[in-house]
């Protein structure tokens, strides 16, 4: 892939992948990081010949991006500001506040889902599983599986459409089909 395409991607998802980092880590400067490293990321395996070719990258960047923001929450990654220029990522303040009361309304809203429809839901939709691996991991079938996901978008589905409107959540991200 040209460089031309890498940089169109980096464009159209940055500040979607920053948004979903942020809900997951709960700070920008991890955030942040986590997205530079789902590009560099990104960055090799375009590169790389041998690897298996990426239907849409919009999809492998938003997991890979969430996954190392998780892994960094949970690493403790110090940011020094002091060796960090600020200058080049003005902080727009109105939107973090608005990035931290999703986040905060996130997190409620999952923690009010019943337990088995909120562990489906995040490794689905966060850890990025497949429903045959989420029915492996929670030991069920996936069947169940479907019926858990479903009561958890149906929860769900008023803060689904507040974050589409604010651009963190893509045109039929998050959405059931078939």
């Known amino acids: 892939m040209s460089d031309d395409a890498f940089e169109s991607l980096y464009r159209t998802w940055y500040r979607t992948l920053v948004a979903k980092a942020f809900l997951v880590a ?28 990426v239907k849409h990258w919009g999809g492998w960047l938003a997991v890979t991006a969430v996954r190392e923001a998780l892994h960094r929450r949970n690493t403790d990654v110090v940011f020094d500001p002091a060796r960090h220029d600020s200058a080049a990522h003005a902080l727009d303040l109105a939107v973090e506040v608005q990035l931290k009361e999703v986040y905060r309304r996130a997190c409620a809203e999952m923690a009010g889902l019943r337990e088995r429809p909120r562990r489906a839901m995040a490794l689905r939709c966060i850890a990025g599983l497949n429903t045959a691996e989420v029915a492996q991991e929670m030991g069920i079938t996936q069947s169940t599986v479907r019926v858990h996901l479903a009561e958890a978008r149906r929860a769900l589905e008023p803060l689904r459409v507040e974050l589409r409107q604010m651009g963190i959540v893509t045109e039929g991200e998050g959405e059931h089909h078939g």
């Open 26 to 53: 709960g700070g920008r400067d991890v955030a942040e990081d986590a997205v530079q490293e789902a590009f560099i990321q990104c960055w090799r395996r375009m590169a790389d010949p041998r690897g298996a070719p």
